[in-house]
């Protein structure tokens, strides 16, 4: 199973974005693996948000129609949502965001150890990152 960054979403959509090529190459390979991709409501929400407001309504349908199918969306229960609201308070770093938290804390439930992202907080937390390589800023 493979968790899903609002990161590598939003790279996947922007032909501009520094990792368009790097998400696009990912995404097929897991496809041709057929690997399981799973993420959250949250990241949903943060996605789409970014899609709407940075790309317009064209990408956000290609990603309601043609990127979210693809991906296995967890619901947020309110006792998840407490511990990563806990953990972003005693975190204490405005780094890292309540989507980001609430992305770690869920990887650690279902026992998921690989994250498709450009976020380097995914590596600093301890999860294998796809695709591999540097940081991508």
Known sequence: MIFVDTSA??????????NHQAAIST???LRSANAALVT?????????S???????MPATQRLIDGLLPLIHVA????GLHAEARAALVGAGRRGI??????SFLAMRAQGVHQ???????????????????PPAG
């Not at 979403?9 to 520094?18: E, F, G, Q, S, T």
């Not at 959250?40 to 789409?48: A, D, K, Q, T």
């Not at 970014?50 to 317009?56: I, M, V």
């Not at 619901?75 to 309110?78: M, Y």
Request: hydrophobic content about 50%.
């Open 9 to 18: 979403i939003y790279a996947v959509l922007d032909a501009d974005d520094r």
């Open 27 to 29: 995404l097929r390979g």
């Open 40 to 48: 959250h409501e949250y990241v949903v929400v943060e996605s789409i």
């Open 50 to 56: 970014l899609a709407q407001r940075r790309l317009g």
């Open 75 to 78: 619901w947020v229960d309110p």
């Open 97 to 102: 965001s309540l989507v980001d938290w609430t």
């Open 115 to 133: 994250a498709f992202t450009f976020d380097a907080a995914f590596a600093a937390e301890g999860f294998d990152v796809v695709p591999m390589g």
